[in-house]
């Protein structure tokens, strides 16, 4: 948790309210210990999705389909959302989850590594205006190249996740050997992002971190 437990809970009190089954799978994602969207987070991407109304939403990271059945509930009705997921007990939970809430047309799972599924949707020509990256932190970089070609010229895209936890401000040093690689190449995705002549990103401290990345449209860039 970034900030203070407390003020998170008090913030979540206020300012979180979800459809009753989602409740329900949000209740059993956390008891089976399957990492889903903070609540802070779900605010933040119910208020993007409604202020841009987007045509087309992909995300990377299903797990068992909470966020994507979330997101479906601030779109408009025929945007299209599809998502990938590739651990074989996810896919499953989450066609049961698509199934039981009534979500099959609605949603489109792609199974399989997003490196593989971005790059075939990429050569498909697909274009999205909205990407949620939530998917293995440490392979953000690797995403990079196709969510950039179907960005759309008007595209935002949301990656949690990007302070993790607030380790991103430790030295490389202080951080377990394990996480080191994550750790760095998720400082390379942000210098990346926040340096990046295409986009305005702006890093907020919502859930584990979050960066929103707006295309900088062509006629609106410095000289
Ligand atoms: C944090 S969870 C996603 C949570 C989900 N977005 C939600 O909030 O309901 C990350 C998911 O990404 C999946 N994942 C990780 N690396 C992946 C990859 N290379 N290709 C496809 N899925 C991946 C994991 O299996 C995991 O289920």
Redesign the pocket.
Known sequence: MIIDERLSTYIDSISWDIPKYLKEVEKA?LADE????RRSMQSLISFLLEMKKPNAVL??????????M?MSEYVPEDTIIDT????PI?IKCAKENFERYGKNDRITLYE????D?LKKLAAEGRKYDFI?M???KG?YL??LEPVLDMLTDDGLLVT??VLQDGDIIQSRYAITKRDRTIHGRMREYLYFLTHSERFKTVVLPVGDGAALSQVIRADRKKE
């Open positions: 994602a399957v990492p889903i969207i995300e990377i990271g299903t797990a068992v389909g909470f966020s994507s979330f990938i997921e590739k651990v996810r399989g590594d997003a490196v599924v949620f939530d998917a293995a392979q690797n995403f949690d996740n």
